[in-house]
């Protein structure tokens, strides 16, 4: 043995067996990240990155470029509209599938497993059968209504008089449809690990069912509604494959992952690209500590 | 008639409705995708609304797998699902159980790590790794793609793999190691064949995002087409008119099929195992 104590040894093991993990992580997640960063602050393109070098020209251009066109708030917007709402209809779509799954029925097990394909299929087939069937010319939806809506490649329609973003609207449908059963997993086992008693006493005191979800079920399943709500913020706020495999970012729809990709591939800007999703995972960090402190204030406040 | 009469009256009467409509805003999508990809696509122009194919074809099929080229794709597509899984658990099976196990320096910020590289969005990971990926002429090589699929999943499959780790009772670990085990056979011989389930949970995490994923294989792989991955190839051939679209939805069928069968199957061998075990006290 060559270590001089056990305990010198077991550090020494447990460093070689994470080792793999670390360098993989290391190399191929933490160090671009850095130089994400300083790409940011550099005038590259795939043509002068090599004269360009690692610490070559810092600039703050990429920044006042990008914050200055118009495309780009837009974007923000659009992406804060589509995470929020998305974000929240998925999680009350699952909340509700949860409920009326909650008990035993006949078949429940198919309907179950029904629920969980719009999660498991992957995104492209999926992007794909929404276009199908949302299309103008064939899709099975249009022939169900009497006049053709163009889902997807229309900006701006009216819905009983009022305006509607149709376009967004329609990817904000998808999300919650894909998202949903998500959710459900979550909150479904959550539901399924509630002890009986607390409902069974609230039943003996004559609460109706509305009250004993509102007063017994629901303050038990605000944490993991609270986390789900961090996890799906998270990675809608920076989802890239729905909207570009839906609309291409079209009518409406382009969200700042979207644009990232643009300007990395078509205009072959990739400063401007860099500064642009640096500025999107900054917001992201912006509202999670927001959302954060409000949430551990609502914690103590409970108790 | 009472609030409580009524309330109770109403959901048992809701309840079904809203199962049905579950059940049919889920479904329908996956019977339509499958219906239309034994028709053709003549039938669907003029009957958009019609339910069942008056005849089936396998054209779309033989059309899709071998002149639009699927079966390549899928063939890029599984190695690249089976390497993917096959090294992340390789990398991940000693990592969890050092975090499981052993004291090491870092070990606690290890955690943290993580969690950001799990929440990190791969939208920011895809413009150095694009660049990098030009710079160094690995684009357009599957090699590339499997080692960003690693690097995004094993994170996460230490943190899934140590959990159960945790569950195993070291006492079994110190009667190996009492025996003569060295900790890579007790590793081997003792903790992973008890853990099953939880290495089929990982290599299904691993194998879902290997065979789903879209991004990265769009911006190393689109300019190469012997390279593309199912996913990425139906994305292309969708924007093409020249491809009909029943057709294009056989391409879609056989991108989807493996993902829900591996993830069904898998799911009721995890749930057996975890309930086997439980019975053992």
Known sequence: ?303 | MTRDRFERALFRALRPLVIAVLFAITAFPLYYMVMLSFRDIQELILEPGSLWPRDFTLDTYTNVLGRQGFLIFMRNSAIVAVVSVAVTLLISIPGAYAVARLRFFGRRQVHFLFLAVYLFPAIVLAIPLFVLFTMLGLRGSLFGLILVYIAQTVPVTVYMLRNYFETVPQSVEEAAAIDGCTRLSTIWRVVLPLSKPALMATGLYAFMIAWNEFLFALLFLVEKRDSWTVSLGLSQLAGSIEIPTTVLMAGSVVLTLPIVVVFFAGERLLTEGLTAGAEKG
């Open chain 1, 1 to 303: 043995m060559r270590g001089r104590t056990l305990r010198e040894q077991e550090g020494r093991a447990g460093l070689a067996l994470i080792s793999p993990t670390l360098v993989i992580t290391l190399v191929v997640v933490v160090l671009p990240l850095l130089w994400a960063i300083m790409l940011a602050f550099q005038d590259v393109r795939l043509i002068n990155i090599r004269q360009v070098g690692l610490f070559g020209g810092y600039t703050l251009e990429n920044f006042t470029y990008v914050l200055a066109e118009p495309g780009f708030w837009t974007a923000l917007v659009n992406t804060m509209i589509y995470t929020v709402a998305g974000t929240g209809l998925s999680i009350v779509i699952g909340l509700v599938a949860a409920l009326a799954l909650r008990d035993r029925f006949r078949g429940r097990t198919l309907v179950r497993a029904s629920i969980l394909i719009p999660y498991v299929a992957p995104v492209v087939a999926v992007t794909f059968l929404w276009q199908t069937m949302l299309s103008p010319q064939y899709g099975i939806v249009n022939t169900w209504l009497s006049e053709p809506i163009a889902f997807l490649t229309q900006a701006r329609g009216t819905f009983l008089g009022v305006e509607v973003p149709v376009a967004l609207l329609t990817v904000i449908a998808f999300e919650a449809w894909r998202y949903f059963p998500f959710a459900f997993l979550f909150i479904l086992a959550r539901i399924q690990a509630l002890p009986a008693e607390l409902d069974e006493a609230a039943v003996v005191d004559g609460a109706t069912p509305t009250q004993r979800f509102r007063y017994v079920m629901l303050p038990q399943l605000w944490r993991i509604i609270a986390l789900l709500a961090v996890l799906r913020f998270v990675f809608t706020f920076t989802k890239f494959d729905d909207v570009y495999l839906l609309t291409g970012g079209g009518a409406g729809t382009e969200v700042v992952s979207v644009r990232v990709y643009n300007f990395l591939t078509a205009r072959d800007d990739i400063g401007a690209s860099a500064a642009q999703a640096i500025v999107l995972a900054v917001v992201l960090v912006v509202f999670l500590v927001i959302y954060l402190k409000f949430f551990a204030g609502g914690e103590r406040d409970q108790g």
